[in-house]
Antibody, heavy 120, light 107 residues
Framework: EVQLLESGGDLVKPGGSLRLSCAAS????????MNWVRQAPGKGLEWVAV????????YYADSVKGRFTISRDNSKNTLFLQMNSLRAEDTAVYYC?????????????WGQGALVTVSS | DIQLTQSPSFLSASVGDRVTITCRAS??????LAWYQQKPGKAPELLIY???TLQSGVPSRFSGSGSGTEFTLTISSLQPEDFATYYC?????????FGQGTKVDIK
């Protein structure tokens, strides 16, 4: 069974930093691209970032480019999101999600989410 | 970036109704469109991708159609467990973008 378990969500002050982790199990992590998607309270879904299976390629939403960094450790089946210079508008539940397949595919499995609150 | 506009934003329906949700893209995306269902407090679940391909385990009352810039999600006979919010997402290029969502509520 595919499982994705996020951790690291917390309350942080504006301008602060936070690192989210996502532990994957139930599939061969190193053969899938992985994504982060977020959802502000009461709002819709916003795609944040993607990383290729070999970490060679990453893409980011304009709203986080230059502040967030996606990375992975295939030896530990773990995905990361380093978030710097956090703003109030980054407050959201952050989901890690597996891309269904290589090529033009959507995500298929999602974690349960980690809440990040940016407030003074 | 590709903008996706869903209509309606809110839909009130009864069990057994046929429901259709539309998603329009600001530019052509071939058939690279997915539909997700999200229930309160839960992560989204993939229903359909590539416009009409049903994800494994999804009931056949869900179907998708369209290509280019206009797409539809149809629920042939609404069931109690289908009351939720539905999102479309383009998987043609990056940045991936989502529609604003359609909430399906009980009439």
């Amino acid at each position: 069974e595919v499982q994705l378990l996020e951790s690291g969500g917390d309350l942080v002050k504006p301008g602060g930093s936070l690192r989210l982790s996502c532990a994957a199990s139930g599939f061969t992590f190193s053969t899938y691209s992985m994504n982060w998607v977020r959802q502000a309270p009461g709002k819709g879904l916003e795609w944040v970032a993607v990383i290729s299976l070999d970490s060679r390629t990453t893409y980011y939403a304009d709203s986080v480019k230059g502040r967030f960094t996606i990375s992975r450790d295939n030896s530990k089946n773990t995905l990361f999101l380093q978030m710097n210079s956090l703003r109030a508008e980054d407050t959201a539940v952050y989901y890690c999600a597996r891309k269904l397949n290589t090529g033009n595919y959507p995500v298929d499995y999602w974690g349960q989410g980690a809440l990040v609150t940016v407030s003074s | 970036d590709i903008q996706l506009t869903q209509s309606p934003s809110f839909l009130s329906a009864s069990v057994g109704d046929r429901v259709t949700i539309t998603c329009r893209a600001s530019q052509a995306i071939s058939n690279y469109l997915a539909w997700y269902q999200q229930k309160p407090g839960k992560a989204p679940e993939l229903l359909i991708y590539a416009a009409f391909t049903l994800q494994s385990g999804v009931p056949s009352r869900f179907s998708g159609s369209g290509s280019g810039t206009e797409f539809t999600l149809t629920i042939s006979s609404l069931q109690p467990e289908d009351f939720a919010t539905y999102y479309c997402q383009q998987h043609n290029n990056y940045p991936r973008t989502f529609g604003q969502g359609t909430k399906v509520d009980i009439k």
